[in-house]
């Protein structure tokens, strides 16, 4: 499983644990590389404009703070959301060399889920460009951010505790190089397939 999350799932529900080895996933280095780390005024989404994405929670937190947010992805909830929330700058649905350079460019990205996400790629591929995420505590999230280092976590579907982490995250001083360097070797293509190796030849 690609976190501790689905395997502690699994054995809960009665597999062997000694069977379960967690590796996280990984992503294609040549989608990253290069990044530009001179980060604008704003931070933003990607996803799926659906309730279980939590994206009625951010827009509520959003609402009430001076920063601007842009949201990427598309969904049955899309018009609503534009109308109710003016101020929200709706991208609409976009392909990654179009939506990369809004995420490499944003203060942080928020995942504010509200179901049980496993390892999102959102995650991997924001931190790997060397923007921080703030991410709902919920399901596997928690697992890919270092509190402070490469991001923030806040209580899931809790609209006040999202938006003092928004105000905090904000306010917080990261080095993007770092952040970059460091999900580039914990999720590159060459480091899983290495662990992946050895996990088979160990067995």
């Not at 109710?84 to 939506?99: I, K, R």
């Not at 905090?168 to 080095?175: L, N, Q, S, V």
């Amino acid at each position: 499983p690609p976190s501790r999350f689905m395997a502690d799932t699994c054995i809960r529900g009665g597999y062997n644990p000694h069977k379960f080895k967690v590796l996280c996933n990984f992503i294609d280095e040549s989608k990253v590389a290069d990044p530009n780390f001179d980060q604008d005024d704003y931070y933003c989404f990607l996803g799926r404009l659906t309730q279980v994405k939590g994206i009625r929670t951010l827009c509520e937190a959003a609402k009430t703070l001076p920063y601007r947010l842009k949201v990427v992805g598309g969904g049955d909830m899309l018009e609503e959301l534009r109308q109710t929330y003016p101020d929200v700058e709706f991208l609409g649905q976009m392909q990654w060399d179009e939506f990369r350079p809004i995420l490499e460019r944003a203060r942080f990205m928020v995942i504010p889920s509200e179901w049980s996400e496993n390892n999102p790629l959102s995650v991997i591929e924001s931190q790997s460009l060397g923007t921080p995420v703030l991410g709902a505590r919920i399901g596997g999230i928690p697992e890919l951010i270092d509190e402070g280092v490469n991001g923030l976590t806040f209580k899931s579907g809790d609209v006040a505790d999202l938006r003092n982490g928004i105000e905090k995250i904000w306010a917080h001083c990261f080095d993007y190089k770092m952040i970059a360097s460091a999900a580039v070797q914990r999720y590159g293509s060459d480091a899983y397939y290495k662990t992946l190796m050895n996990l088979y030849a160990a067995d």
